[in-house]
Each structure stands twice: as structure tokens, then as C-alpha cells.
């Protein structure tokens, strides 16, 4: 059974930073493009960054470019968003995701999900 646990998120004051963690179980990690969008209550999920199977490659969504960075770890089958400088626009559920294409350089827009971790960034 596939398994995506997201943990990281809470509340933090505008300014702040938080890291997420998204752990993967149930498949094979290495090899897979990874991740990370967000939804905010009344939008559309949207994509925040991802990074490629091998994490040679990262892309970011031009609303926190130069503020986050994703990272992954083969080794303990772990991706990461690390979240400086957080705004109150970033206040959403962060959900990970595992591609299902082998050894792509792009991210996913979709594959096996987690159940999302929420932040909430205060003004």
C-alpha cells in the first residue's frame, strides 16, 4: 500500500519559516519524480515546486522562487519544501506527490498523493 505522510506544517507569524517533510512508503522512491502543491481554502490545488528522480533538477512556481527550496533524500525515501520568508498568501494544505513515470526530469502533476499538512501564516 502506497503511502505519502506529510509533517511539517502549523502556524507560523509572516517572516517565518517552516519545513515540510513528505515520507513515501509502499513503493519505489528513487527513480521517480516528486512534488509539492498547495490549495487554498475556495482555489485550485496549485503547484508550489518539484524536483526530478534524481534531484539534478528543480522547478518552482514564480509566487515563492527564491523563497522556498525543495530537496529529497533517496536515502531515507524523504522529499523536503523548505519554506523562508512565509506571507500570508501562503496559507493553504501543502500535499506531496510521487510521479509515476520513471527517471523524469519534471514534476508531477499527478500520481500517488498524501493527505496534506496545513500552514497557516498570520499577519
Known amino acids: 500500500q502506497v503511502q505519502l505522510v506529510e509533517s511539517g506544517g502549523g502556524l507560523v507569524q509572516a517572516g517565518g519559516s517552516l519545513r515540510l517533510s513528505c515520507a513515501v512508503s509502499g513503493r519505489t522512491f528513487s527513480g521517480y519524480s516528486m512534488g509539492w502543491f498547495r490549495q487554498a481554502p475556495g482555489k485550485e490545488r496549485e503547484f508550489v515546486a518539484g524536483i526530478s528522480w534524481n534531484g539534478g533538477r528543480t522547478y518552482y512556481a514564480d509566487s515563492v522562487k527564491g523563497r522556498f527550496t525543495i530537496s529529497r533524500d533517496n536515502t531515507k525515501n524523504t522529499v523536503y519544501l523548505q519554506m523562508n520568508n512565509l506571507k500570508p498568501e501562503d496559507t493553504a494544505v501543502y500535499y506531496c506527490?510521487?510521479?509515476?513515470?520513471?527517471?523524469?526530469?519534471?514534476?508531477?502533476?499527478?500520481?500517488?498523493w498524501g493527505q496534506g499538512t496545513q500552514v497557516t501564516v498570520s499577519s
Open positions: 506527490v510521487i510521479g509515476r513515470a520513471s527517471y523524469s526530469d519534471y514534476p508531477p502533476d499527478n500520481g500517488d
